[in-house]
């Protein structure tokens, strides 16, 4: 198999795996337990915290866990127009954001919130400047991604930070494709929330984190419970899921150089030996090392993608999120309707091979050579 969706799920290292099996069978007791087998499996929770706060720059107490990316930008969200309900009742964001952060804010809309959309360019790259522009008196959060999921395009969140230091609004990032990919801390950020998850850096799957900071405040809770994560995010703690994060982040911080070179290497390959196919088309600028978005205009990207699945090759029509629907990325962007129809992204791991990537391109001019455009 050639598994080049790395932007939609990681593998889980054996060593993550190994510490997840651990905790499971021989470390599972219960961390609000009063005995030593609860004991441990806090300081187990203390203990993966503090990786990933350290990973990020920030301080244990600012890192509380979720169940998922998801969970984090809905959660921040909530919070910041919470905090900030005497502010007003406008929202700024992309509307190339995640359908984690877009569907919450269409939903705040039906609860009366106002929301201003800023538009990319037909890159797919947004400035710090029309997101500031779309800032009101009344604006309480702004909400934008570190990097695409579709184009890999990277926003400028810091600059945008800058530009928001002596305004009201509070400042979430989407840093779920950025985390261990693009070098940063929470400090060069400068958001007051941070989303992460970690199935995309070779985690399991159900385990997230928001990082609360900056000027966040009195943190709103999403669920009401027990006392777990300092009363902010009631419920057993997901143990295994936590070790296996922290162990996740470790063994991606021991080799992040290697990696991000390694990343930036098969993209350049793969820009290389892809742009041999004739009539093929890059789309998006492709600033994260991981993830690369072509076209074939006039080939259905769920033709392209099943053609290839056939052939063991795993690639994705636009998002792994949005199955079957136009990307509201690639619309935004301005894209003509042949190239949107005909895009599909390719993203990169550390386990991926020029050997892959080949396969990838001798695919991609096969179906273009035997099949027919059809629109
Ligand atoms: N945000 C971005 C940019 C993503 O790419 C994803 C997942 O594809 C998410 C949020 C959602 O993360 P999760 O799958 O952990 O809910």
Redesign the pocket.
Same mark, same amino acid.
């Given at each position: 198999m050639h598994y080049l969706d790395h #932007? @939609?799920t990681t593998p889980v290292p054996e060593e993550v795996a190994r510490a997840m099996l651990a905790v499971l069978t021989e470390r599972f007791g219960n961390p609000s337990a009063q005995y030593a087998l609860g004991r441990e499996a806090k300081a187990l929770v203390d203990q993966s915290r503090s990786t990933l706060a350290g990973s990020l720059g920030a301080r244990p107490e600012q890192v509380v866990f979720t169940s *998922?990316? =998801?969970?984090g /930008?809905n959660w921040a969200i909530r919070a910041a127009l919470c905090q900030n309900r005497r502010v007003g009742k406008h929202i700024v964001t992309t509307a190339v954001e +995640?359908s #984690? %952060?877009l569907q919450c804010v269409k939903q705040l809309e039906r609860e009366g919130y106002a929301v201003s959309y800023v538009k990319p360019d037909r890159e797919g790259r947004i400035t710090a400047r029309s997101v500031l522009e779309a800032v009101r008196e009344d604006t309480a959060l702004v909400s934008v991604?570190l %990097? $695409? $999921?579709e184009t890999g395009a990277v926003f400028p969140v810091p600059e945008i930070a800058a530009g928001l230091k002596n305004r009201p609004a509070l400042l979430h990032t /989407?840093a %779920?494709?950025g985390f261990l990919k693009i070098p940063f801390t929470v400090k060069s950020l400068g958001a007051d929330y941070v =989303?992460l998850?970690a +199935? !995309?850096i070779g985690g399991p !799957?159900g385990i997230?984190a928001l990082y609360i900071g900056g000027r966040a405040k009195n943190t709103l809770p999403l669920l009401y419970g027990g006392g777990q994560e300092n009363g902010l995010r009631p419920g057993t703690e997901a143990t295994a899921q936590m070790a296996g994060f922290a162990r996740a982040v470790e063994l991606r911080l021991e080799r992040q150089e290697e990696i991000a070179a390694h990343l930036a290497a098969c993209r350049d390959y793969a820009r290389e030996r892809l742009s041999a196919i004739p009539e093929l088309r890059f789309v998006g600028p492709a600033d994260a090392p991981h993830i690369l978005s072509v076209s074939l205009p006039g080939y259905p990207s769920q033709n392209i993608v099943n053609d290839l699945d056939g052939r063991g090759i795993c690639i994705s029509a636009g998002? @792994? *999120?949005h199955r079957g629907r136009a990307s509201h990325v690639l619309t935004a962007m301005g894209l003509d309707k042949r190239t949107a129809a005909g895009t599909v992204r390719v993203s990169f791991g550390p386990e991926t091979s020029f050997g892959d990537i080949d396969a990838l391109a001798d695919a991609l001019l096969e179906h273009k050579n035997t099949r027919f455009p059809m629109l």
């Amino acid at each position: 198999m050639h598994y080049l969706d790395h #932007a @939609a799920t990681t593998p889980v290292p054996e060593e993550v795996a190994r510490a997840m099996l651990a905790v499971l069978t021989e470390r599972f007791g219960n961390p609000s337990a009063q005995y030593a087998l609860g004991r441990e499996a806090k300081a187990l929770v203390d203990q993966s915290r503090s990786t990933l706060a350290g990973s990020l720059g920030a301080r244990p107490e600012q890192v509380v866990f979720t169940s *998922c990316g =998801t969970e984090g /930008d809905n959660w921040a969200i909530r919070a910041a127009l919470c905090q900030n309900r005497r502010v007003g009742k406008h929202i700024v964001t992309t509307a190339v954001e +995640h359908s #984690a %952060v877009l569907q919450c804010v269409k939903q705040l809309e039906r609860e009366g919130y106002a929301v201003s959309y800023v538009k990319p360019d037909r890159e797919g790259r947004i400035t710090a400047r029309s997101v500031l522009e779309a800032v009101r008196e009344d604006t309480a959060l702004v909400s934008v991604m570190l %990097v $695409n $999921n579709e184009t890999g395009a990277v926003f400028p969140v810091p600059e945008i930070a800058a530009g928001l230091k002596n305004r009201p609004a509070l400042l979430h990032t /989407d840093a %779920v494709q950025g985390f261990l990919k693009i070098p940063f801390t929470v400090k060069s950020l400068g958001a007051d929330y941070v =989303t992460l998850s970690a +199935h !995309k850096i070779g985690g399991p !799957k159900g385990i997230g984190a928001l990082y609360i900071g900056g000027r966040a405040k009195n943190t709103l809770p999403l669920l009401y419970g027990g006392g777990q994560e300092n009363g902010l995010r009631p419920g057993t703690e997901a143990t295994a899921q936590m070790a296996g994060f922290a162990r996740a982040v470790e063994l991606r911080l021991e080799r992040q150089e290697e990696i991000a070179a390694h990343l930036a290497a098969c993209r350049d390959y793969a820009r290389e030996r892809l742009s041999a196919i004739p009539e093929l088309r890059f789309v998006g600028p492709a600033d994260a090392p991981h993830i690369l978005s072509v076209s074939l205009p006039g080939y259905p990207s769920q033709n392209i993608v099943n053609d290839l699945d056939g052939r063991g090759i795993c690639i994705s029509a636009g998002s @792994a *999120c949005h199955r079957g629907r136009a990307s509201h990325v690639l619309t935004a962007m301005g894209l003509d309707k042949r190239t949107a129809a005909g895009t599909v992204r390719v993203s990169f791991g550390p386990e991926t091979s020029f050997g892959d990537i080949d396969a990838l391109a001798d695919a991609l001019l096969e179906h273009k050579n035997t099949r027919f455009p059809m629109l």
